[in-house]
């Protein structure tokens, strides 16, 4: 059974600092997708990474691959308000087909 | 806008009701997924199906069936409700295996047994 681990668990910061959150596991992925899920909304697809020691950016948001590709990390830079919500990595094997694999992912709150 | 629809939000059903959930995506892709999402536990596969008429067994099957009679068309059924498959249930979906394109999520249903 693959595990990814996500932490923290829980964060809050103030508008305008910077922030890291990890996704960890002991498997290797073919990829390494990032979600936001808000409140009674289903998880929205930010990035997928699929090369050991890719990197990413979306505007304030930069997502690295591990070279083994088995970790990521989401950074953010100056987070918003906006940015609140549930950060939830997943792991693919052979494209996802047969599933992803889910962190419990990252409750973020970013307060004004 | 390409997206996947979830027939109901809300749902409340009674214990030993049988319960569909419906879910349509308008994206022409292969493959179609069923999760549900509880506090503490994240988000578990139920089934998934390749094409029309397949289906796969997930992590948690036990309890509930699927339905894939169209492309398009991704149901999931509970045969006989009970008090601990009250979650909030995500369908999804996703291109021809290999791309690692990412899913799209439905808004999902909560789903009360009562």
């Known amino acids: 059974t693959q595990l990814l681990e996500q932490s923290p668990q829980f964060l809050s910061i103030q508008e305008g600092e910077n922030l890291t959150v990890y996704c960890n596991s002991s498997?290797?992925?073919?990829?390494l997708q990032w979600y936001r899920q808000e409140p009674g909304e289903g998880p929205v697809l930010l990035v997928t990474?699929?090369?050991?020691?890719e990197v990413k950016k979306l505007k304030r948001l930069t997502f690295q691959f591990g070279d083994a590709r088995k970790d990521s990390s989401l950074h953010i830079t100056a987070a918003q308000p906006g940015d609140t919500g549930l950060y939830l990595c997943?792991?693919?094997?052979?494209?996802?087909?047969?599933?992803?694999?889910f962190g419990k992912g990252t409750h973020l709150i970013i307060q004004p | 806008d390409v997206k996947v629809t979830q027939s109901s939000r809300y749902l409340v059903k009674r214990t030993g009701e049988k319960v569909f959930l419906e879910c349509v995506q308008d994206?022409?892709?292969?493959?179609m997924f069923w999760y549900r999402q509880d506090p503490g536990l994240g988000l578990r596969l139920i089934y998934f199906?390749?094409?029309?008429?397949?289906?796969e067994k997930g992590d948690i099957p036990e309890g509930y069936s699927v339905s894939r009679e169209k492309k398009e068309r991704f149901s999931l059924i509970l045969e006989s409700a009970s008090t601990n498959q009250t979650s909030m249930y995500l369908c999804?979906?996703?291109?021809?295996?290999?791309?690692?394109?990412?899913?799209?999520f439905g808004s999902g249903t909560r789903l009360t047994v009562v």
């Open positions: 999804a979906s996703t291109p021809s295996p290999g791309g690692d394109y990412g899913y799209t």
């Open positions: 199906s390749y094409d029309v008429k397949m289906k």
């Open positions: 990474v699929v090369t050991g020691g």
């Open positions: 997943a792991g693919a094997v052979g494209g996802g087909a047969d599933g992803l694999t």
């Open positions: 498997s290797v992925f073919s990829s």
């Open positions: 994206m022409d892709h292969e493959n």
